[in-house]
């Protein structure tokens, strides 16, 4: 793939602008943008130029390679409609970045491929500063020879880049990865929240924590904010809730009980209950430090 192919972005959130942003950076043409939110794409086109567009066709028509970044499944379907305004158009690349069903990966590359386009999935294990900085952890799932002619962009997208297999098993691997982060989280937060109602100094308990078998990824970038209540939003607790579900749901499929799942997934459930689901998955510790509003919500 040429560097002066035209990139348009369906999806210029947090991680949607910001990967945008990287491209631009690379040399890369922002032909155009599109978000629900207008004024996200308005925001993102400041720093890396490209049309504002208000209809997914219009993406499609100006871009050769689409990148989309959308919450869930029905957004998904929603860009893909066979139906009224769509991103389907032939001759077009889509590299879809969301983390949905991988039912919806295999859909897409359907119906992509039955109008002469052709898709990626480019599953994204990393968040907002890997995004800006090109520092992503990529699985990709399609064809592989679709990947092979995106592989330059995407390298320039990525610090690792990872070929996983056909459509729909990046995500499945994906939806494993934010199955088991989450549960690290829950723990890592109850943990937290049990040495804080002892009384012990949590500077302490992290220094142990990080020397010992209870350390982990997680410990890293969240007990700090987990200690000082600072819940920026990195990754929501409703996405952390939406992906363990999916998680929980393959599990099903494959007639597996996942009981440590199943309580991560209903700890994040309760912090959307309480109304903190739009507040860093770190937040969890919410739910289980003594004082917290949202552990005495939760009771």
């Known amino acids: 793939m040429a560097i002066g192919k035209r990139i348009g972005f369906a999806g210029t959130g947090r991680m949607g602008a910001n990967m945008a942003k990287r491209l631009h950076d690379r040399g890369y043409t922002i032909a155009a943008l599109f978000d629900t939110r207008e004024e996200a794409a308005r925001e993102t086109a400041v720093e890396t130029g490209g049309e504002v567009c208000t209809t997914l066709s219009r993406v499609s028509a100006l871009s050769d390679v689409v990148i989309t970044v959308v919450p869930d499944d029905t957004a998904m379907y929603t860009i893909f409609a066979t139906e009224g305004d769509t991103l389907l158009a032939p001759g077009k690349l889509f590299v879809n970045a969301a983390t949905v069903t991988p039912r919806v990966h295999v859909d897409v590359e359907r119906l992509c491929e039955e109008r002469g386009a052709h898709s990626l999935e480019a599953c994204m294990a990393s968040s907002i500063p890997q995004a800006r900085s090109g520092e ?97 939003v990195y990754f929501s607790a409703a996405h952390a809730a939406k992906d363990s579900g999916i998680a929980l749901s393959l599990a099903q499929d494959e007639g597996l009980r996942l009981p440590l799942a199943q309580a991560a997934y209903e700890q994040y459930e309760r912090m959307k209950t309480v109304g903190l689901g739009e507040i860093d998955k770190s937040g969890v510790s919410e739910l289980t430090f003594k004082g917290r509003n949202g552990a005495a919500a939760a009771r």
């Open 136 to 232: 992503l952890y990529l699985m990709i799932g399609g064809k592989r020879e679709v990947f092979e002619s995106a592989r330059p962009m995407l390298e320039a997208m990525s610090a690792s880049l990872k070929y996983i297999g056909e459509a729909g098993r990046a995500a499945q691997l994906k939806a494993l990865v934010n199955m088991v982060m989450n549960i690290n989280t829950a723990g890592l937060a109850e943990g937290l929240g049990l040495a804080d109602a002892l009384g012990l100094d949590l500077n302490v308990v992290r220094e142990v924590f990080s020397q010992t078998g209870a350390n982990s990824r997680v410990l890293e970038t969240d007990g700090a904010d987990m200690q000082n209540r600072d819940h920026e």
